[in-house]
């Protein structure tokens, strides 16, 4: 999210793509009829012709899957006929920098592909820095090693008529697409699953980037890229650092490939190391100086190597490496692909918790049709859990703000709210440590007994809001 949905009303174009906004996320769609009530010009790509479709100037029925291919088919359009905002483009985005000049991408490889190890060697994909380790600037748009001009090469295969070759939109509409929104600036593109579940879902969301810086419409009322979130929990989740891949302020968690601070910005970007020593400052406080790099080293690092999501989570299980998997608010017998897979791998598990407001396909999975319960020797735990509105709390609105919500009813029964029942297992979890004396126990103490250091250098809250105020979509 770069905008709050109030903010829509100031957008001269809107294009919706990968959502039915109109049906599923109503008060979203109430400040895009604000701005169609103001003229703004509403367009709508996806397959299905749904309410959204009804209610646009503009439908363009596309392919599952392609849409980085619709983006990079406009954004070559407007490069070749110069609809972009160059003022905005020199001044406001990397476009004048200069690349590495044995960069290349040919037949569909970039350079430094490894064929043997099917992996990519980035050697190349970097700036050409000047004495001070910043990126050269190139004088003019024109120099073929700025990434402006990589751009142009990179998206010149995108023609209109190859874009209706893998779209199926029309080029003509394609055309009339990407004048509309290149004429009635400023705009907001807003996205939702429809674009991300996709393995080019990535590409996509960046073209949107691309697109949008190309016009000018980022940092102004009335432009941006929105995701449209199901939920403030989806929101919240990501805003607070719940995902395992970032820390708070969408910085990218450390892992050990990185084990110095100097190694941490060389992998994620200069941009980034003010807000990482902000985060540090505010995880450890005055202990975290400059002279010890601010305390990086006492962060835990995850494993490079490996993938923390939800798909190995569950080849791991299959494997026979991950025992216990505990679940909340999420149910994976539905939503996560290849579900042979997954019931295999929830068969393997000793135990499985789920924590619902009520029994799901995942809670029930051992005595699901067709499949003999004795057959399954997985202990599943059903943990009641509260609804939004019976018990405390904070969530996150898509417009970013924080807001407390106090428990309208009480929950039937005795559900242990989220927050008590981890607290109460995370210190069942460090009386078991304890008692078993496990390597992971003595590896955390000094041979001296006291704690570590990073423990007891944690700083206190002070009600004084963290410095890395930094959000995405």
Not at 7 to 32: Q, R, Y
Not at 191 to 214: C, D, E, K, N, P
Not at 322 to 339: E, M, S
């Amino acid at each position: 999210m770069t905008n709050h949905w109030i903010d829509l009303k100031n957008c001269k174009t809107i294009l919706v793509e990968g959502s039915n906004v109109a049906e599923n996320h109503p008060m979203a769609f109430k400040w895009i009829r604000k701005a169609q009530e103001n003229g703004a010009k509403i367009i709508h790509v996806d397959p299905r012709f749904t309410r959204t479709s009804a209610a646009a100037d503009v439908y363009a029925r596309i392919r599952p899957g392609t849409d980085a291919a619709f983006q990079n088919a406009m954004i070559n359009h407007i490069l070749v006929n110069k609809l972009y905002d160059e003022d905005y483009v020199v001044t406001h985005t990397n476009a004048l920098f200069l690349g590495d000049e044995a960069f290349d991408f040919k037949d569909g490889v970039f350079s430094g592909f490894d064929a043997e190890n099917h992996k990519y060697q980035t050697q190349t994909w970097g700036y050409q820095l000047d004495a001070k380790g910043k990126p050269r600037v190139a004088k003019s748009l024109d120099d073929p090693h700025c990434v402006f001009s990589r751009l142009k090469t990179f998206v010149s295969r995108y023609t209109l008529e190859t874009g209706e070759q893998i779209t199926g939109i029309p080029a003509k509409q394609i055309q009339q697409i990407a004048e509309m929104m290149a004429k009635n600036r400023p705009g907001s593109i807003l996205y939702a699953l429809g674009m991300t579940q996709h393995t080019t879902g990535v590409q996509g969301i960046r073209s949107f980037t691309i697109l949008q810086l190309l016009l000018g419409n980022i940092g102004k009322p009335g432009g941006g890229v929105n995701a449209l979130r199901g939920e403030p929990n989806v929101q919240g989740a990501c805003d607070m650092a719940v995902l395992y891949n970032y820390m708070p302020g969408y910085l990218n968690s450390a892992s050990n490939a990185e084990p110095t601070i100097h190694d941490y910005v060389r992998k994620n970007g200069i941009a980034d190391s003010r807000y990482l020593v902000n985060t540090l400052k505010a995880f450890f406080g005055e202990a975290a100086t400059a002279e010890n790099d601010y305390a990086y080293s006492w962060l835990p690092k995850r494993n490079a190597s490996k993938d923390y999501g939800t798909l190995p989570m569950f080849e791991d299980a299959l494997a026979g490496n991950l025992k216990i998997l505990w679940i909340v608010g999420q149910n994976p017998a539905v939503t996560v692909p290849n579900l042979r897979l997954t019931f295999d791998a929830l068969a393997k598990l000793e135990t499985l918790v789920v924590q619902e407001i009520w029994e799901t396909e995942t809670a029930a999975f051992w005595r699901r049709p067709g499949v003999d319960p004795k057959s399954i020797s997985t202990e599943v735990i059903l943990l009641p859990a509260a609804f939004f509105m019976e018990k405390n709390g904070t969530i996150s609105n898509s417009g970013g703000m924080v807001q407390w919500r106090h428990a309208a009813v009480k929950p039937p029964g005795k559900p242990n709210p989220t927050a008590r029942l981890w607290t109460s297992y995370s210190a069942a979890c460090a009386i078991r440590s304890r008692t078993r004396k496990s390597r992971e126990t003595r590896s955390f103490r000094r041979p001296s007994g006291t704690t570590p250091r990073p423990r007891t250098s944690c700083a206190r809250s002070t009600g004084t809001p963290c410095a890395t105020t930094r959000r995405r979509a």
